[in-house]
T-cell receptor
Framework: DAGVTQSPTHLIKTRGQQVTLRCSPKSGHDTVSWYQQALGQGPQFIFQYYEEEERQRGNFPDRFSGHQFPNYSSELNVNALLLGDSALYLC???????????????FGQGTRLTVV | AQTVTQSQPEMSVQEAETVTLSCTYDTSESDYYLFWYKQPPSRQMILVIRQEAYKQQNATENRFSVNFQKAAKSFSLKISDSQLGDAAMYFCAYRSVPLASRLTFGEGTQLTVNP
């Protein structure tokens, strides 16, 4: 059973460019959340997708956008990249369920984005 | 908004010894979930243990246990019989009860295990 997979693993972009990160959720999961983890800090919630719609959003500018496809996979897009966008981007998948043990979030290994 | 604070940026422990990592949180909610996650150098977050706030009994998973003090809003992780493989960054996290709510993380504690 494949867990959460993210691509690419590493990426280097120039300021002002646009980037797309991809995430495939764990089999059976229907919800994808994205987090930004700056070096030496805890992950910060960006947004969450369920049923192909953005359901929750953290305190991130509109330069950060996303999409969820019918197969539950997701993309994170960042426009007009800034040096401060350099971070590890984590994707977590989960299932909308009533038992908390069924709603555990599983994380991918992340995409390391460096903006130069 | 909820906040999570980990006041120990770094901790170290001798192999086979016991170590406790601290976490405090702030919330106005009466029911919620608390988690400890481990992030090794591979970067993948791994769930270590979960505590449901309505449960008075502290959660235990093998060598890992928590001390949950709801009134004090404190949630510490105890690792017994520490192993070299326990070395990692540990994050405390909070989640509201509504289905698929976001996780709010603390700043993390880097745990070193000395042989």
């Amino acid at each position: 059973d494949a867990g959460v997979t993210q691509s690419p693993t590493h990426l280097i972009k120039t300021r002002g460019q646009q980037v797309t990160l991809r995430c495939s959720p764990k089999s059976g999961h229907d919800t994808v959340s994205w987090y930004q983890q700056a070096l030496g800090q805890g992950p910060q919630f960006i947004f969450q997708y369920y049923e192909e719609e953005e359901r929750q959003r953290g305190n991130f500018p509109d330069r950060f956008s996303g999409h969820q496809f019918p197969n539950y996979s997701s993309e994170l897009n960042v426009n007009a990249l800034l040096l401060g966008d350099s971070a590890l981007y984590l994707c977590a998948s989960s299932l909308v369920a009533h038992k908390v043990e069924d709603t555990e979030a599983f994380f991918g290994q992340g995409t390391r984005l460096t903006v130069v | 908004a909820q906040t999570v604070t980990q006041s120990q940026p770094e901790m170290s422990v001798q192999e086979a010894e016991t170590v406790t990592l601290s976490c405090t949180y702030d919330t106005s909610e009466s029911d919620y979930y608390l988690f400890w996650y481990k992030q090794p150098p591979s970067r993948q977050m791994i769930l270590v243990i979960r505590q449901e706030a309505y449960k008075q009994q502290n959660a235990t998973e093998n060598r890992f246990s928590v001390n949950f003090q709801k009134a004090a809003k404190s949630f510490s992780l105890k690792i017994s019989d520490s192993q070299l493989g326990d070395a990692a960054m540990y994050f405390c996290a909070y989640r509201s009860v509504p289905l698929a709510s976001r996780l709010t993380f603390g700043e993390g504690t880097q745990l070193t295990v000395n042989p």
